[in-house]
DNA sequence: GCCAACGTTGGC
DNA sequence: GCCAACGTTGGC
């Protein structure tokens, strides 16, 4: 079992949209970055993913989804009307993958930013760094401790 | 909304 | 293969 990190703007997709039916699951497309997409890939079923919310109010991990899905190719990347369209990908030679995932759990409050930059064991996690872009992040089973000991 | 930091593209 | 220009991310 991995543990995983993806950032997400709720106004997109957030903890909510998972937690709204808890049997659903939801594909996590649009993901267009080479290093995020090779995280994605080495994802298995069951694998845990902490859900971060980016570029809005309440900056921080607000719960956790579980892949249902390892990666395929993502069908927005094929869709011309998709704003996650890419010409340079074609069927038999994709680019672009997706994962599926399901709902785990909601924190009873967003765990902020400033937190985890506070947390000792998470000082070598990119989610911290600043200036960092990566939106699939790998996380060692020390840090989700810590993590989930923020609660 | 601003803008620094970053990844990608493309001319050379 | 270099690197300037560009578009995007994401904290503030």
């Not at 079992?1 to 949209?17: A, R």
């Not at 069908?75 to 038999?92: E, G, V």
């Amino acid at each position: 079992m991995q543990y995983w990190l993806m950032k997400t703007e709720p106004e997109e997709c957030s903890i909510d949209d998972f937690a709204k039916d808890p049997s659903a699951v939801i594909m996590w497309d649009g993901v267009r970055n080479y290093q995020a997409r090779n995280f994605m890939r080495t994802m298995a079923i069951g694998d845990e993913v902490f859900i971060y919310h980016s570029r809005c109010a309440n900056i921080g991990i607000a719960g956790i989804v579980r892949v249902t899905r390892m990666a395929y190719p993502d069908p927005t990347q094929f869709d011309t009307n998709a704003p996650y369209f890419d010409p340079k990908s074609t069927p038999d030679k994709p680019r672009w993958d997706a994962v599926d995932l399901q709902f785990v759990r909601k924190f009873t409050r967003v765990i902020a930013l400033d937190e985890l930059k506070n947390e000792p064991a998470l000082a070598n996690n990119p989610v911290v760094r600043k200036g960092n872009r990566l939106s699939v992040i790998p996380v060692t089973k020390d840090e989700r401790d810590a993590i989930l000991a923020l609660l």
